[in-house]
């Protein structure tokens, strides 16, 4: 058996009204845990063209990419200690741009959460991700000091 290579992810924190978006997963990996909507770069995408068809395919909302926010490295090991899974997730910060969030089958429930007031149960690293995506959307809704 080969060792699982790393798999390159992105999401999106997408802002609305100071809110940021997340979804609580319906299927595994992370099953039952809040986290930002995303998921797998297909070839030929680019990180922030992957993250905004995430996002509309996951939870049907369109959003703008801001810039990236960090990185997340999830690492699953299986019973024995063997490395089983390794995904390195490029995680944005995005600006909401039309559509009404809905549910779908990964993700079982969403909300818009105040950055400071995350629910409990979420993903490893997601905290930090979302404070330095809103501190980048802040910065996108700064007037202009040139005017």
């Known amino acids: 058996m080969s060792t699982p290579r790393p798999v390159l992810a992105t999401s999106a924190a997408v802002f609305r009204d100071g809110r940021v978006l997340l979804a609580r997963r ?11 909507p995303g998921g797998r770069v297909e070839p030929g995408e680019t990180l922030a063209q992957a993250a905004m068809r995430e996002v509309m395919e996951e939870v049907g909302v369109a959003c703008a990419i801001l ?3 960090g990185a997340v490295d999830v690492i699953r090991h299986d019973a024995a200690g063997g490395l089983s899974a390794h995904y390195v997730v ?10 009404e969030p809905a549910t779908g089958p990964e993700a079982a429930e969403i909300g818009w959460f105040a950055p ?15 404070e330095a995506a ?5 910065a996108d809704d700064a007037p202009d000091a040139l005017g």
Not at 26 to 36: I, N
Not at 90 to 99: D, F, M, P, Q, Y
Not at 134 to 138: K, T
Request: net charge negative; charged share 10%; no cysteine.
């Open 90 to 99: 490029v995680s944005h910060a995005a600006r909401w741009v039309s559509g």
């Open 116 to 130: 400071d007031a995350l629910p409990d149960d979420v993903t490893p690293g997601l905290a930090g991700i979302v």
């Open 26 to 36: 319906g299927q595994r990996p992370s099953l039952g845990l809040w986290t930002l």
């Open 67 to 69: 810039g990236v926010a």
């Open 134 to 138: 809103h501190a980048l959307a802040i």
